[in-house]
């Protein structure tokens, strides 16, 4: 695995959930997009240092916004929207948002699918390269058609990788919110039960934060290993075209 920043990269996801968390305060409903804008930027930023100054400091890092240009906005939110409404579509189709009342109880559990959490998943891998791809000087000149292309091609190349990368990575925080869900079922009125629920939510999401970096550095090592073959292959298909 090529060095990197930990620390610089930790910086930046901190710093722009903070202001997206600001934003999400302070605006309506009407400017409820600026909070994914906001993780849009952050994220290329992150890609960004890790193909250019992997090493670097967390100035070094945020200079990188300095490189972000309207087709750089445009891919994100085509690619946010095609991803909304895949997840809208599986969300209809398979009773996800659902909620089961158990009125003697006094509990509702929500209902999240199997299907909603595949189709999730599965979004999250295919366009996992999207701001590398953005980021990346060498594909800067193409046309914003043949840059969709080449992210989407990277996702489904490096699709079995990435999969395994995700689940090496965030075994722990995995396995943390399989038990919060169980509990959360089962869970009743017992304080001890509701403590533990707790615990084991504050863990999951603190685990997912402090384990991002790595998995994006991982995700780095993947695409500069491999996207100049990916690139050459997309190319000798539109010249037997």
Request: hydrophobic residues 55%.
């Amino acid at each position: 695995m090529r060095k990197y920043s930990y620390g610089s990269i930790i910086l930046i996801l901190l710093l722009m959930g903070v202001i997206a968390g600001i934003f999400d305060r302070i605006s309506d409903e009407n400017v409820s997009i600026i909070g994914p804008i906001i993780f849009w930027i952050g994220n290329y930023i992150v890609c960004r240092g890790l193909l250019y100054t992997r090493e670097g400091t967390f100035s070094d890092y945020l200079r990188g916004i300095k490189t972000i240009t309207g087709k750089v906005f445009l891919a994100n939110i085509l690619i946010g929207l095609i991803s909304v409404v895949i997840i809208l579509l599986s969300t209809l189709t398979s009773g996800t948002g659902l909620v089961l009342s158990d009125m003697d109880n006094g509990k509702i559990i929500p209902i999240i699918s199997i299907l909603y959490i595949l189709v999730t998943t599965l979004i999250s891998l295919i366009f996992a390269y999207l701001n590398f791809v953005m980021a990346d000087e060498r594909y800067r000149d193409l046309s914003f058609s043949q840059n969709i292309k080449l992210i989407f091609k990277s996702g489904i190349r490096l699709f079995s990788q990435t999969l395994i990368t995700l689940l090496k990575v965030y075994m722990i925080p995995i396995i943390l919110s399989i038990m919060l869900i169980l509990l959360a079922i089962a869970v009743k009125t017992m304080p001890l039960v509701i403590i533990i629920v707790s615990i084991l939510a504050v863990a999951a999401i603190i685990g997912f934060v402090v384990i991002t970096p790595i998995y994006m550095a991982r995700l780095s090592d993947l695409y500069l290993d491999n996207i100049e073959e990916i690139y050459g292959d997309i190319r000798k298909d539109q010249e037997i075209l």
